[in-house]
């Protein structure tokens, strides 16, 4: 897809937001593909991590209520949002934690605040336990960095061959999260929904959509399951860091048992627990928002 961003995608990211691909580094034999990431603001620097079937788009309010204070970087993994799609790719843990880390050192930066959701919870995190250093503060929402053996039934679906058609060919796991992520749908308004769906127009720009949830693993044979367990035993490396779980109380997919684990793991962690399902900064935006700038600070 071109790097354009229509006026609607553009308005409801903060006022001077800027938006780039940045080419990280290739695997051997690759082909350079760019990861895209939108920009505003200065001061110390705040990343935003999204899962999937999502994009940075999920975090232009959270941008707008700390860009006056702060450098808010969001990022499109590979194959999702604005991103380049290529179909053979290695939509891997580690792979899009090294693209992350690629960014990170690529702007030197330091002194970060990692925000993360859904699948950018492993992901940002692993980047973390891997460079420690540069991260000095953590809000995990709805996500997980652990093995489980909870799997619901929707992502078990998503993950199967047929799942890949639904996925792929009518985007239902874009439009079905639209209608499950939410606790109140009405909140979801025909704006929002289209710049959910925006990037993923067709067939082809839907593979990362379903290479993401088959990367979820599940057993001791999966390509990534070395990458959750790293994942997991660094989190030891980050126990001392303020952390906030902000956490959307009434989702099907990372529900209290992911946040009372997490609460286990890193006991000095803050708490906020907002009546929402999923995606937390859609049913609850304005607390949501709230909490963040409260506990990021100035």
């Keep these: 897809m071109s790097d354009t961003v229509p006026d609607f995608i553009r308005s409801g990211f903060p006022e001077g937001a800027s938006f780039h691909k940045f080419a990280p580094p290739r695997g051997d034999g690759e082909a350079e593909h760019a990861m895209a990431y939108v920009e505003a603001g ?39 949002g604005r991103s380049d799609k290529p179909a053979t790719y290695p939509y891997r843990l580690d792979r899009h934690a090294e693209n992350l880390l690629a960014l990170v050192r690529h702007f030197d930066l330091n002194d970060v605040t990692l925000v993360v959701h859904d699948w950018g919870g492993p992901i940002g995190l692993l980047a973390a336990t891997r ?16 093995r489980s053996e909870r799997m619901p039934w929707q992502i078990g679906l998503a993950r199967s061959p047929v799942g890949g058609l639904l996925v792929r ?56 399951w070395p990458h959750l367990v790293e994942v997991e035993e660094g989190l030891a490396k980050l ?60």
């Excluded at 450098?71 to 499109?76: F, G, L, M, T």
């Excluded at 540069?134 to 809000?139: D, E, I």
């Design 131 to 146: 460079e420690p250093g540069r991260f000095s503060k953590l809000v995990l929402s709805n996500t997980a960095a652990f």
């Design 42 to 80: 200065e001061g110390s620097p705040v990343l935003f991590v999204h899962g999937n079937p999502t994009w940075s788009w999920m975090y232009r309010n959270a941008m707008r209520a700390l860009a006056g204070s702060h450098r808010c970087i969001a990022v499109d993994h590979v194959g999702m």
């Design 169 to 224: 060919g009518p985007n239902l796991f874009v439009r079905g999260l639209m209608r499950q992520g939410v606790a109140n749908p009405s909140k979801i308004t025909s704006a929002i929904r289209s710049g959910y769906v925006w990037p993923y127009p067709n067939w082809n720009d839907r593979v990362a959509l379903h290479r993401f949830v088959q990367d979820v693993p599940t057993t001791p044979k999966h390509p990534s």
């Design 239 to 298: 126990a001392e860091k303020p952390t906030l779980l902000l956490w959307g109380e009434r989702d099907w997919c990372f529900g209290p048992p992911f946040l009372k684990e997490f609460q286990e793991r890193l006991p000095q962690a803050e708490t906020v627990t907002l009546p929402a399902a999923h995606l937390v900064m859609e049913d609850e935006p304005e607390r949501y928002c709230d909490a963040l700038k409260q506990f990021v600070g100035n």
